[in-house]
């Protein structure tokens, strides 16, 4: 039986509201260097900008942090408690590990923002019980109040100028569900239905020559037909034995989505690493690793998971 879990144990999620580079060392800087003196394993993972500040911030200290480009690795959000914070505090077994992790950013666009408001819910799930304090920065000069007032809705406690708040907006399964919204297919998409594994290899080839026409080429081509082979895997084996992939373009990206009869029960399926001696369950991780982009919807109708590919 599984006891409570203790102060040590217990996971810390703050947002901290900054208004301009000021406010966002004293956010930063203070929390690194505590963790440092604590003698706790350090990692910053933020757009290049706000990385360069704080090594500037730490100076001699910034030696002893692990700096992320956040604009690079976690492009897509969904890789990012895998690649980017799973790795990190899987690699420190032991004592608590603290993270600065700031997924949203101004510039991200109405697109990227569903999947990272979901990124954020997911992170109080994900770390449930394990001795790690992830701070995630909001420019609260610059990004729209509803991102701020879903910070509120995804973090236990707020940190501004004024100091911490409790969060009585914090509801993170509920996040969850609101952007698990319907993904509408526009008219210039081309499709292709398939059924049982013997179709795999002529739905992957339609998608390639779609593809190529769209201007896809070299390695992104081989990371689209990567995502639809281990998508369209997944809907035979667990999605009712086939599914309908759709593709198409939306300005410098290509798009592709796979949907199925099946019903996607596990929140954080394509962002947990599995278990080195459990076969399988990597398919998703796979495709959060390869696309820029990944939005998925499901519902008793059955799942949709939608992939970006920039040319």
């Known amino acids: 039986m ?10 810390e999620h703050p947002a901290l509201f900054y208004r301009g580079e000021d406010q966002y060392l004293a956010g930063t800087v203070p929390f690194v260097l505590e963790g440092l003196a604590a003698g706790e394993p350090v990692a910053v993972a933020a757009p290049p900008d706000r990385l360069e500040a704080i090594k500037d911030g730490l100076g001699d200290h910034a030696g002893q942090v692990r700096f992320v480009d956040m604009t690079q690795a976690g492009r897509n959000p969904g890789r990012i408690i895998p690649a980017v914070l799973r790795r990190f ?26 999947a990272c408001v979901q990124h954020e819910s997911l992170i109080n799930f994900a770390f449930t019980g394990r001795a790690v304090t992830i701070l995630c920065p909001y420019d609260a000069d610059r990004l729209d109040e509803r991102v701020l007032e879903d910070a509120w809705a995804t973090h ?3 940190i501004d100028e004024d100091g911490g708040k409790p969060s009585a907006a914090f509801q993170w399964q509920a ?15 081309e499709a292709s239905s398939f059924r ?4 795999l290899a002529e739905v992957r080839e339609f998608a390639v020559l779609c593809a190529k026409r769209l ?16 998508l369209s895997t997944n809907s035979v084996i667990h999605g009712a034995g086939g599914g309908i992939l759709r593709i198409w373009s939306e300005g410098e990206q290509v798009v592709c989505e ?21 076969p399988g369950g990597r398919g998703l991780l796979l495709v959060n690793h390869v696309a820029d982009l990944v939005r998925i919807h499901t519902s008793q109708a059955g799942t949709t998971i939608r992939f970006y590919i920039s040319l």
């Open 89 to 114: 505090a899987d690699a420190h077994t032991t004592g608590r590990v603290r993270i600065i992790g700031e997924p949203i950013w101004p510039g991200r666009t109405s697109v990227e923002y569903p």
């Open 175 to 189: 996040v969850v569900a609101r952007y698990n919204r319907a993904l509408a297919v526009p008219p210039q998409a």
């Open 258 to 278: 796979v949907h199925d009869a099946g019903r996607l029960s596990d929140p954080l399926a394509g962002r947990r690493p599995p278990a080195p001696e459990r």
């Open 156 to 158: 236990p406690l707020v």
């Open 2 to 11: 599984t006891g409570p879990v203790t102060e040590a144990e217990r996971f």
């Open 196 to 199: 049982g594994s013997g179709e």
């Open 215 to 230: 201007g896809l080429d070299g390695q992104r081509l081989q990371d689209l037909e990567v995502a639809v082979a281990e």
